[in-house]
C-alpha cells in the first residue's frame, strides 16, 4: 500500500501522480500540514476540496489550463479552483476583472457570483501552485512542496495531452512556461488581472476567444465562458 491510497484523488489523476506521492517531499508537506492543524491554525481551503481542481477536471478530459499562485486566505473563500471562490462570496477583484474581459472580447454578460465550478466541469484545469494557505496569511504555504508537486502535474499535462491551451497571466504563471512544449500546444500570456496590472495588457487580450478558435480548429468543442446561476 503506497502512501497515496488514503488520499482522494481522480483515478486518472492518481495513476499519473502516484510515484509523486512517494517522494519525500510529499511526506515532508504532510506532515507540515498535520503540525499547523494540530497547533489550530485554520488552513483553506477545507481538506475535501484541496484537490478540487485535479477532481474536477480529469487529467484526460482537459482543453485549457489557467495557472493562479495560491489559494484566497479569507473566510469561506477558496475551494481549491484557483480564482474562484464559493457561491455566496463577493467576486475578488481579479476575478472581476477576468469577467469586465469575458464582456469586452465575447460579450459575456459579468456573472453575479465568483464560482468557476462550470469551467472546470467543462475541462479548464484552474491550478495553483500552491494549494494551501493559512488564514490571513497570503503565500503562507509556499515553497513547503507544493511548487514541485504542481510542477510536476503541469509537465504531465503538457506531456500527456495533445492540444491544450495555457493561459498564464502574471510573472508567477509564466515562471512555468519553461514547464510547457511550446511545439504543440498554445500558450498566451499576459500581464496578471489584478487592479495593479489589468490595464496595462490583460484588458484586451482576447484569451478567451483565441483559446476557443484554437480548440475549434483542433476538433474540440469550445469553452462555454458564460456562468449559469447559483
Given at each position: 500500500?503506497?502512501?497515496?491510497?488514503r488520499?482522494k484523488?481522480?483515478?486518472?489523476?492518481?495513476?499519473a501522480?502516484r510515484e509523486?506521492?512517494?517522494?519525500p517531499?510529499?511526506s515532508?508537506?504532510r506532515?507540515f500540514?498535520?503540525l499547523?492543524?494540530?497547533a489550530?491554525?485554520?488552513i483553506?481551503p477545507?481538506?475535501?476540496?484541496?484537490?478540487?481542481?485535479?477532481?474536477s477536471?480529469?487529467?484526460d478530459?482537459?482543453?485549457?489550463?489557467i495557472i493562479g499562485q495560491?489559494p484566497?486566505?479569507g473566510p469561506g473563500q477558496?475551494?481549491?479552483?484557483?480564482f474562484?471562490v464559493?457561491?455566496?462570496i463577493?467576486?475578488?477583484?481579479?476575478?472581476?476583472?477576468?469577467?469586465k474581459e469575458l464582456?469586452r472580447?465575447l460579450?459575456?454578460?459579468?456573472?453575479?457570483?465568483?464560482?468557476?465550478?462550470?469551467?472546470?466541469?467543462?475541462?479548464?484545469?484552474l491550478?495553483?501552485t500552491?494549494m494551501?494557505v493559512e488564514?490571513g496569511?497570503?503565500a503562507?504555504?509556499a515553497?513547503k512542496g507544493?511548487?514541485?508537486?504542481t510542477?510536476r502535474i503541469?509537465q504531465?499535462?503538457?506531456?500527456?495531452?495533445?492540444?491544450l491551451?495555457?493561459?498564464l497571466?502574471?510573472a508567477?504563471a509564466?515562471?512555468?512556461?519553461k514547464?510547457i512544449?511550446a511545439?504543440?500546444?498554445?500558450v498566451?500570456?499576459?500581464?496578471?488581472?489584478?487592479?495593479?496590472s489589468a490595464?496595462r495588457g490583460f484588458?484586451?487580450?482576447?484569451?478567451?476567444?483565441?483559446?476557443?478558435?484554437?480548440?475549434?480548429q483542433n476538433g474540440l468543442?469550445p469553452?462555454?465562458?458564460?456562468?449559469?446561476?447559483?
Amino acid at each position: 500500500m503506497t502512501s497515496d491510497d488514503r488520499i482522494k484523488l481522480e483515478a486518472v489523476w492518481k495513476q499519473a501522480l502516484r510515484e509523486e506521492f512517494d517522494e519525500p517531499y510529499m511526506s515532508e508537506l504532510r506532515e507540515f500540514l498535520r503540525l499547523e492543524h494540530a497547533a489550530g491554525k485554520e488552513i483553506y481551503p477545507p481538506g475535501p476540496l484541496i484537490f478540487n481542481a485535479l477532481n474536477s477536471t480529469p487529467l484526460d478530459k482537459i482543453k485549457v489550463v489557467i495557472i493562479g499562485q495560491d489559494p484566497y486566505h479569507g473566510p469561506g473563500q477558496a475551494h481549491g479552483l484557483c480564482f474562484s471562490v464559493q457561491p455566496g462570496i463577493a467576486v475578488p477583484p481579479s476575478l472581476a476583472n477576468i469577467y469586465k474581459e469575458l464582456k469586452r472580447d465575447l460579450n459575456i454578460d459579468i456573472a453575479p457570483h465568483g464560482c468557476l465550478q462550470h469551467w472546470a466541469d467543462q475541462g479548464v484545469l484552474l491550478l495553483n501552485t500552491t494549494m494551501t494557505v493559512e488564514r490571513g496569511i497570503a503565500a503562507s504555504h509556499a515553497k513547503k512542496g507544493w511548487e514541485r508537486f504542481t510542477d510536476r502535474i503541469i509537465q504531465v499535462v503538457s506531456e500527456e495531452q495533445p492540444k491544450l491551451v495555457f493561459l498564464l497571466w502574471g510573472a508567477h504563471a509564466q515562471s512555468k512556461q519553461k514547464l510547457i512544449d511550446a511545439t504543440k500546444h498554445l500558450v498566451l500570456t499576459s500581464v496578471h488581472p489584478s487592479p495593479l496590472s489589468a490595464y496595462r495588457g490583460f484588458i484586451g487580450n482576447g484569451h478567451f476567444s483565441r483559446t476557443n478558435k484554437f480548440l475549434e480548429q483542433n476538433g474540440l468543442s469550445p469553452v462555454d465562458w458564460a456562468l449559469p446561476p447559483i
